[in-house]
């Protein structure tokens, strides 16, 4: 398989490497538009919040994507150029002839709303203490969603802001009704407009949580990538 092969509309996921082909920023998510004679393909900028990434020219991307029967692919492309079509930002880019597996498949990210309950995991300790005649005091779950969701942590968005490197417990319903129970430490929060409010994007990387609650995921994650990539090609034809 080469890039070539790749289905038009296949979601993407887009990381800028540097010169020691470490990611730098975080991952984006793009689209494929577009297969040009010369080699090069059209995908669609990567937007954080409601702003374009800037993307310069000559510089190595890794887009990864999934493939309904071999799994979570990857390979690497040089940008050429950017432009627009019509309204849509576009990246011009040479891919390399390589295809090869992505071994890391709980990095996969995708982007979906679920329901969600977060709370401070250092409530589990004030449960302890007022068990031993403390007077603690228990927090009350905060209902949320999530923005994205991956095997090794989750976007969510919440009302409430939570400094950066806390720890809470979180409580993901996926849409087949699994339920998911975690831990994790928040490492960014930025202040957003959603759903016509203020609210908080937490940025959580899970740090406790059961190896057949991520296989679960995981395995979650793949069919919903698998429906939407049968819907694209459903739309292609």
């Given at each position: 398989?080469?890039?070539?092969?790749?289905?038009?509309?296949?979601?993407?996921?887009?990381?800028?490497?540097?010169?020691?082909?470490?990611?730098?920023?975080?991952?984006?998510?793009?689209?494929?538009?577009?297969?040009?004679?010369?080699?090069?393909?059209?995908?669609?900028?990567?937007?954080?919040?409601?702003?374009?990434?800037?993307?310069?020219?000559?510089?190595?991307?890794?887009?990864?994507?999934?493939?309904?029967?071999?799994?979570?692919?990857?390979?690497?492309?040089?940008?050429?150029?950017?432009?627009?079509?019509?309204?849509?930002?576009?990246?011009?880019?040479?891919?390399?002839?390589?295809?090869?597996?992505?071994?890391?498949?709980?990095?996969?990210?995708?982007?979906?709303?679920?329901?969600?309950?977060?709370?401070?995991?250092?409530?589990?300790?004030?449960?302890?203490n007022d068990s031993d005649g403390g007077a603690a005091k228990?927090?009350?779950?905060?209902?949320?969603?999530?923005?994205?969701?991956?095997?090794?942590?989750?976007c969510i968005i919440s009302e409430k802001d939570f400094p950066?490197?806390?720890?809470?417990?979180?409580?993901?319903?996926?849409?087949?009704?699994?339920?998911?129970?975690?831990?994790?430490?928040?490492?960014?929060?930025?202040?957003i407009e959603a759903r016509k409010s203020r609210c908080y994007?937490?940025?959580?990387?899970?740090?406790?949580?059961?190896?057949?609650?991520?296989?679960?995921?995981?395995?979650?994650?793949?069919?919903?990538?698998?429906?939407?990539?049968?819907?694209?090609?459903?739309?292609?034809?």
């Amino acid at each position: 398989m080469t890039p070539q092969d790749i289905v038009v509309g296949t979601r993407l996921e887009l990381e800028i490497l540097g010169d020691d082909g470490e990611r730098i920023g975080n991952v984006y998510v793009s689209q494929l538009l577009e297969h040009q004679d010369d080699g090069t393909i059209v995908i669609s900028a990567p937007i954080s919040g409601s702003r374009l990434v800037y993307v310069p020219d000559g510089i190595t991307i890794r887009l990864t994507f999934v493939d309904p029967v071999q799994g979570v692919l990857g390979f690497r492309a040089v940008v050429d150029s950017r432009e627009y079509r019509g309204k849509v930002a576009v990246i011009i880019a040479q891919p390399g002839s390589e295809i090869t597996k992505v071994q890391r498949r709980h990095h996969f990210r995708l982007e979906i709303v679920l329901d969600a309950v977060i709370m401070p995991a250092d409530d589990d300790a004030a449960v302890k203490n007022d068990s031993d005649g403390g007077a603690a005091k228990k927090s009350t779950p905060l209902k949320a969603y999530t923005r994205n969701i991956s095997g090794s942590g989750v976007c969510i968005i919440s009302e409430k802001d939570f400094p950066k490197n806390t720890l809470l417990r979180i409580g993901l319903e996926l849409s087949d009704g699994t339920q998911i129970s975690t831990k994790g430490i928040v490492v960014r929060c930025r202040e957003i407009e959603a759903r016509k409010s203020r609210c908080y994007e937490l940025g959580i990387k899970f740090t406790d949580i059961a190896e057949k609650d991520q296989d679960r995921l995981i395995r979650y994650i793949f069919q919903q990538q698998r429906l939407i990539l049968k819907k694209d090609r459903e739309r292609e034809q």
